[in-house]
């Protein structure tokens, strides 16, 4: 399949501004700002070829308009009877949702464009950074027009990309469709009509970031909005986040210290009373009270690991832009914009600072454990005391 006309998109995205935007991604990806130490290879110059298929799409749908409606639901609830229960339906008012069928039409000359490959495998792999959707695509405003037939005899339109444009055409007339608020069950009807299908050679940029010892590629287009993806090391994630925060407040270090330094007294302290005849009561009045300040210790680090962790974005957030900050002004980078600064405002940590938190709970068992062993020893004491007196 020939094309119909090939365009040249211009370079208009510096090697600096890709490398610049590279940076961002990694930043935003990782929770240390050790991940912006690594090195640069050189910025590899390529070619992209972009399918842009320019068709007539009229699309007919059909969808459930949902409205809630006042009606009668049958809860069950339990009934005793005799001496035992039974389940009964009872009525109770509620809004209930309602399907109500629509139709609608819309159409459009519209451009649906994607890389012109002959399978699309790596490029469905989620994990792969070739993105093919037309949002994706730079915009193709500054082009030189070339004869295919001339210029690029031998360059060919595969049947996979005129398919997947043609498609991509017909998703972007469905997204003008008209639709309420609330719907479900829609469907698309499309028919479509090429009218021409055009080459752009689009310019892109590849390079190669070095962090520990491991290799990342990044891949982006040389044109249009600074756009760039990259693959990254293990990004931002609620395991990285806990232990950040665990070792910043020491609170593992004092879960397992202080039963240690507990139970190593109340040993020396029995020890020293049998052999060396020291008095019972030193046996529970110093291991006790290096259980009270263990739990209240504790309790401490536990309430300052939770609240560093509720506030993990803001401190993320403004640890990961000073970084990038100090390290554009020493590439001679511009810094950060507003908008790219509040990429890292708007990632949201919800899940992460809401996960698991440290409490009582997790000391529970040795901390019931070590104050019976305590109560035994109050009573031995005492019983020692009222026979020493008695």
């Known amino acids: 399949m020939k094309f119909d006309d090939v365009y040249i998109v211009d370079s208009d995205l510096s090697e600096t501004e890709f490398i610049r935007r590279t940076y961002i991604n990694l930043a935003r990806n990782s929770y240390d700002p050790s991940i912006l130490e690594g090195s640069f290879s050189a910025v590899q110059n390529s070619v992209m070829q972009v399918a842009g298929c320019q068709a007539h799409v009229d699309t007919k749908y ?45 159409s459009g000359d519209v451009e649906g464009c994607v890389l012109n490959m002959k399978s699309f495998a790596q490029v469905d792999n989620p994990a792969s950074y070739l993105f093919y959707m037309n949002y994706n695509i730079p915009p193709m405003d500054a082009r030189t027009k070339r004869l295919a037939d001339k210029e690029f005899p031998h360059l060919n339109l595969t049947e996979e990309a005129y398919l997947r444009s043609a498609k991509t055409a017909c998703d972007i007339v469905n997204s003008m469709a008209t639709l309420p608020d609330e719907y479900d069950n829609i469907s698309f009807t499309p028919t479509y009509y090429v009218r021409r299908v055009n080459c752009y050679m689009v310019p892109y940029y590849t390079a190669t970031y070095t962090y520990d010892s491991k290799a990342y590629t990044a891949k982006g287009f040389a044109c249009g909005e600074a756009k760039v993806w990259n693959t990254c090391p293990p990004g931002i994630s609620t395991e990285t986040l806990d232990k950040r925060a665990e070792k910043k407040t020491g609170v593992n270090e004092v879960k397992y210290l202080f039963p240690l330094i507990t139970w190593a007294m109340y040993v020396i302290a029995l020890v020293l009373s049998i052999v060396k005849g020291v008095s019972l009561s030193w046996t529970f009045l110093l291991s006790f009270a290096l259980y009270l300040i263990g739990l209240i210790a504790y309790n401490a680090a536990s309430s300052r690991c939770n609240k560093f962790a509720s506030n993990l974005q803001a401190q993320w957030s403004g640890t990961m832009t000073d970084a990038l900050n100090k390290l554009f002004a020493k590439l001679n980078m511009r810094p950060l914009t507003a908008d790219e600064a509040q990429e890292f405002s708007a990632i949201d940590f919800t899940a992460i600072s809401s996960g698991k938190k440290h409490s009582y709970s997790d000391i529970s068992i040795y901390s019931i454990f070590t104050l019976v062993v305590h109560i035994i020893t109050l009573i031995v004491v005492l019983i020692c005391v009222a026979v020493a007196f008695g």
């Open 62 to 106: 059909k969808y459930d308009r949902i409205i809630m409606v006042t009606g009668t639901i049958m809860d069950t609830v339990q009934e005793r009877y005799g001496r035992s229960w039974r389940e009964k339906q009872v009525p109770r008012e509620a809004q209930i949702p309602q399907h109500i069928p629509e139709t609608g039409e819309t």
